[in-house]
Nanobody
Framework: VQLQASGGGLVQAGGSLRLSCAAS????????MGWFRRAPGKEREFVSA????????YYADSVKGRFTISRDNSRNTVYLQMTSLKPEDTAVYFC?????????????????WGQGTLVTVSS
């Protein structure tokens, strides 16, 4: 499975962006998917995740209420709608997919990673 993240860009604080992560093919049962981010000078951190069916979603406390994860399995695509963006949301955002057993917030439980898309929020 190859993942292609897109949708990053420059936005003012308070603005919105929608990230997309397109998978190269559909796997049986649909992969659980997640978004992580790495801010300048910091380690990569969990942002949000969604189960294969889309019935369960998970968020880091820092983005809860501002970000919404969703998926369209007919398009093999997962989305991250980001609103009320803050300068501290500035980071490279990575999408990831889990092949099997999975902990939403734990990086090593994901098997496939996209290349990242840069989000810059200006104050």
């Amino acid at each position: 499975v190859q993942l292609q993240a897109s949708g990053g860009g420059l936005v003012q604080a308070g603005g919105s962006l929608r990230l997309s992560c397109a998978a190269s093919r559909r796997t049986a049962g649909n992969n659980a998917m997640g978004w992580f981010r790495r801010a300048p000078g910091k380690e990569r951190e969990f942002v949000s995740a969604i189960s294969g069916s889309g019935g369960n979603t998970y968020y880091a406390d820092s983005v809860k209420g501002r970000f919404t994860i969703s998926r369209d399995n007919s398009r093999n695509t997962v989305y991250l709608q980001m609103t009320s963006l803050k300068p501290e949301d500035t980071a490279v955002y990575f999408c990831a997919a889990a092949r099997g057993a999975w902990n939403p917030a734990v990086e090593y439980t994901y098997d496939y990673w996209g290349q990242g898309t840069l989000v810059t929020v200006s104050s």
